[in-house]
């Protein structure tokens, strides 16, 4: 697809960067096929009746819904947006959930393709009216909620230039905020809900701090385009966003062009430091959700909640798969009381609630769900080092006074190097893993490291955690018990990360012992036969490994984790181009201290 590189004339992605933003034609909607069809410009005013069917086994409507469709909403500088709103029929004035989407509000590939039924949600669980990764207005009118689906700029009906998020996208929602909060119908009060990409943009309109913005729901969000997608560890991987994001996302004009931005600019500068999250800005309630098992989504979201200034705030970790544990019905009226809490002001005990409740993970077993903590990390949380040693491919407590070397092809798909700990009684890991290595290249003044952390039985098979139900999950677990890696997403065997040796410089204000924080802002080449000391970052993590379980360390120029299921998942694709070439080392023992600093608690 042709790359146009041209100055946007909307001043909202330029007057605060100083950097040539690069467009891209869009995809126009009538590129869609007949299936998929985005649904065409109506303005007016529908009522489904209470107990209408709106989609095959669809649960019958619980109330009347009225629906405003393709609602003109003005933007500040003149682009007009388009919006449908379901309400209730009643004069009562009511709280609106804004749902903020790049897929289109109505019709479209990922609405007609990835809704929550397909898998593992009940059908009758979803009236048919939800958008992709929305929740559902025939759910939540019968509470008294309208939901406003919003096409963002450049998508579905909606004018101007598609853009990715930063601050421009930020101010585009605040003013839709802010218009949402004034009509008649409403209590003057606003909130957000949605998952991934309706998540994200909670993150940078809560951060413009609307005055109507009253609570959030980010379900798995990101928060740092560069270092959660575009550019993890400092190694460029477009693929996903071109592949399997921008290529699903259809409007009228321009987009954002993402990869021709990370072709030009391949370090951070402004363009990528306002892709991320000043999450210090979001003062708001918010109820978080995330999962271990997102290739996306973990490290932003945990980062997120942490960092957020929001007094008011709570976390949940589950350990399924993000569209249906939106659409769970036990997690929708768990953030219902959220929402009765801080939009309808309702004294419901709310606060009562953990302000932390996580999934600990036991790939191969049983997990267990919603445990309470008071935090994130766990303030119990110790920390455990396990040192490489080459000489035997193992991990061990004690540091080797012997120097030796491991050795694996960076340039090989099938080569990688193992270290290896068998449990002598059951161990909980939970936090942020980092491996501190001393890495070495023979010919190259560059190394691309991948590293996955995972457990496996005394078979040495792989453990995995498996995050559908049903025949697929079947499927999966027989393919795992043959010894096949399995797809990221749909199953976890543990945490990954990446580094490009280069970009090995840390911010020391940011940095902590289990999370390095990559400035990105230089590249220091390597000189082939020196050793340098990398900070190879893991995504954080709660499992189990059991006595007679072995953990594993394994690090490869290529993804050694979980592999991507259908396309190229940040992480796990394969064909992530590198600078890798012939030997990669990794030196330990003696005066290379390579080790594994694994969080534990008790």
């Not at 749902?99 to 593992?120: D, L």
């Not at 694709?573 to 608690?601: E, F, M, W």
Request: hydrophobic fraction near 35%.
């Amino acid at each position: 697809m042709s790359t146009e590189h041209v100055r946007s004339a909307d001043p909202r992605d330029q007057d605060h960067l100083g950097v040539e933003v690069f467009y891209r034609p869009g995809n126009p909607p009538e590129t869609l096929s007949p299936e998929n069809a985005q649904t065409p410009f109506q303005p007016g005013t529908t009522v489904f009746p209470k107990g209408s069917v709106n989609d095959e086994g669809a649960l019958p409507l619980p109330v009347d819904i009225l629906l405003d469709r393709d609602v003109a909403i003005p933007l500040a500088d003149g682009t007009t947006l388009y919006g449908d709103i379901y309400r209730p029929t009643t004069d009562e004035n009511v709280p609106v959930i804004l749902v903020w989407t790049p897929y289109t509000k109505n019709g479209g590939w990922a609405n007609h393709n990835m809704q929550a039924f397909k898998f593992g949600t009940p059908r009758e669980h979803l009236s048919g009216l939800q958008a992709f990764e929305a929740p559902d207005p025939g759910y939540w009118v019968q509470y008294g909620y309208a939901i406003a689906v919003v096409d963002s700029r450049g998508t579905g009906h909606s004018e101007g230039d598609q853009l990715w998020w930063g601050r421009a996208g930020g101010r585009d929602v605040y003013d839709t905020i802010e218009w949402l909060g004034t009509q008649d119908w409403t209590n003057g009060k606003v909130g957000m809900a949605g998952n991934s990409q309706l998540a994200i943009l909670q993150w940078f309109a809560a951060a413009e701090q609307p005055p109507h913005l009253a609570a959030i729901a980010p379900w798995e969000g990101l928060t740092d385009m560069y270092r959660d997608d575009t550019a993890r560890g400092g190694i460029p991987d477009t693929v996903f966003q071109d592949r399997d994001i921008m290529s699903y996302i259809h409007g009228k004009a321009r987009t954002e062009d993402c990869p021709a931005m990370m072709a030009a600019h391949p370090l951070m500068n402004a363009y990528w430091e306002d892709k991320r999250v000043r999450l210090e800005q979001i003062e708001v309630p918010a109820y978080i959700v995330a999962s271990w098992t997102n290739p996306l989504h973990t490290r932003g979201t945990m980062k997120a909640f942490r960092e957020i200034s929001s007094k008011d705030k709570w976390l949940r970790v589950h350990n399924t798969l993000e569209w249906t544990d939106l659409a769970d019905l036990d997690n929708v009226a768990d953030l219902r009381r959220f929402f009765d809490r801080f939009l309808k002001g309702l004294d419901n005990g709310w606060e009562a609630t953990p302000r932390v409740r996580l999934s600990v993970l036991d790939p191969g077993g049983e997990d267990k769900v919603g445990r309470a903590e008071n935090e994130w990390p766990p303030a119990r949380q110790q920390w455990r080092t396990l040192h490489l040693d080459a000489s035997s491919n193992t991990l061990c407590d004690k540091e080797p006074t012997q120097e030796s070397v491991a050795r694996y092809q960076g340039d090989d798909l099938e080569s990688s190097v193992k270290f290896t700990y068998t449990a002598e009684k059951d161990t909980e890991i939970t936090g942020h893993l980092n491996l501190h290595l001393w890495v070495e290249t023979e010919d190259a003044n560059d190394a691309d490291l991948f590293a996955a952390v995972y457990k496996t039985d005394a078979q040495g098979r792989r453990l995995y955690h498996i995050t559908v139900s049903g025949e697929q999950r079947a499927g999966l677990a027989a393919a795992a018990a043959q010894g096949a890696l399995l797809p990221a997403m749909l199953a976890y065997s543990g945490p990954v990360g990446r580094i490009r040796a280069s970009h090995r410089a840390l911010d020391p204000e940011r940095s902590t012992p289990g999370e390095p924080y990559l400035l990105h802002t230089r590249e220091d080449l390597l000189t082939p036969g020196e050793p340098v000391a990398v900070e190879l970052g893991l995504w954080p993590t709660s499992m189990v490994l059991h006595a007679g379980e072995t953990l594993v360390v394994e690090i490869g120029g290529h993804a050694v984790g979980d592999l991507a299921a259908d396309g190229p998942l940040p992480g796990g694709d394969l064909s992530t181009p590198t600078r890798n070439k012939g030997a990669h080392l990794i030196r330990t023992g003696g005066a290379y201290d390579s080790h594994l600093l694994l969080p534990v608690v008790p």
